[in-house]
């Protein structure tokens, strides 16, 4: 879903995330470098037309913010970097995540023990 945006309006629709609702002069001055107004707004009226960017007036100006739920494109995301990178199988994907346990605090560890029994709960319902 989002990877198939070009990278400046991946990055706009990153930045809502990141930010919340936003106006083209935050959203400018949030970018790796710098845009016209004109052409963010433009990039923006893009996002809108495709469904990932929602505009309301405030009396700053229009607010624009992600319309797609984060969790969701979380979700497609990391479905994408399953299938890319670990050959559809997210067992190869919890793995290398299960490799990277120094970084990861006994709070964390525990998090993903209770959420792998949560799942497999679910899954015999």
């Known amino acids: 879903m989002l990877s198939s945006l ?9 930045i809502l995330y990141e930010r919340g609702a936003s106006t083209v002069s935050e959203i400018g ?10 052409a963010i707004r433009a990039m923006l009226k893009r ?6 960017v929602a505009r309301t007036a405030s009396e700053r100006g229009f607010l624009y ?16 970097v399953v299938r890319v990178f670990f050959n559809g199988s997210p067992t ?3 793995a290398a ?10 709070g964390e560890l525990a998090e993903l023990e209770q959420l792998i029994a949560q799942a497999r709960d679910g899954r015999t319902k």
Do not use: C, H, N, Y
């Open 29 to 38: 001055a949030a970018l790796s470098d710098a845009l016209t107004g004109s």
């Open 47 to 52: 996002l809108e037309a495709k469904g990932f």
């Open 6 to 14: 070009p990278p400046r309006e991946r990055e706009i629709v990153d």
């Open 92 to 94: 190869s994907a919890a």
């Open 65 to 80: 913010a992600p319309s797609v739920e984060e969790k969701t494109a979380s979700k497609s995301a990391l479905s994408q």
């Open 97 to 106: 995540l299960l490799g990277m346990q120094d970084k990861m605090s006994d």
